[in-house]
């Protein structure tokens, strides 16, 4: 009996999990990283997706198929170690400036809002400043057309001035999910206003093409 315990406290103890399907753990990268089925599964791509429009950003792959499945789960249950290995991934595709600072976007809803745009800011290890608040409560961006994203989003977003410090600083925002960018864009507008310098857009996923038009 004795026995049968230990060696079971020492397989949680020795034998490294995948973060994600917490299965047994195969792979030559650390073992914060996700293993081989995992990340053949998700096909991420090896040098991330990059664009420049509407604003310059860089994702870790598609919103699409199982990255898009693990979002939407990590949104709920916030899995810890899933999220550290993904945010891992996205922090070895791109290096950010050694200037940058990162600030999450605040989240729409005053309840339950999504916890990930802050966890992942904190979780690439930069410099990580809230400059940006919300004037108000808009409506949830989830149901809305591009057109009604926008005028959501007029003034929303207030943003703190820019101190001494920030002067020499590039601000990178921070969000999970980049979908029609009306979000970030409305956010960029507030932190210029402020007098920062706002070089781009680092997010988890890119929400396809075909789906934005929707
Ligand atoms: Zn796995």
Not at 47 to 66: F, N, T, V
Request: charged residues 20%; glycine residues 6%.
């Amino acid at each position: 009996m004795h026995r049968a315990l230990l060696s079971f406290a020492q397989t949680l103890l020795i034998e490294p999990r995948c973060p994600i399907c917490d299965g047994p753990w195969d792979n030559p990268l650390p073992p914060t990283a996700p293993c081989t089925t995992c990340l053949d599964a998700l096909a991420l791509p090896c040098q991330g997706l990059k664009g420049l429009q509407p604003l310059p950003w860089c994702a870790l792959g598609s919103y699409a198929g199982p990255l898009r499945q693990l979002l939407l789960k990590l949104r709920q249950q916030r899995q810890g170690k899933a999220l550290v290995a993904l945010v891992q991934l996205l922090s070895d595709r791109f290096t950010l400036p050694a200037t940058a600072v990162l600030v999450p976007i605040p989240s729409w809803k005053r309840q339950r809002s999504n916890p990930l745009p802050q966890r992942i800011a904190l979780g690439l290890g930069r410099p990580t400043t809230e400059l940006l608040h919300r004037n108000r409560a808009g409506l949830s961006q989830h149901h809305l057309n591009k057109r009604q994203r926008e005028t959501n989003l007029i003034g929303a977003f207030q943003a703190c001035p820019l101190d001494r410090q920030g002067a020499h600083c590039s601000v990178w925002l921070v969000d999970d999910i980049l979908t029609t960018g009306s979000t970030a864009l409305a956010a960029r507008e507030a932190l210029e206003a402020a007098g920062h310098r706002v070089a781009g857009l680092i997010c988890l996923a890119r929400t396809p093409a075909r789906e934005r038009r929707r």
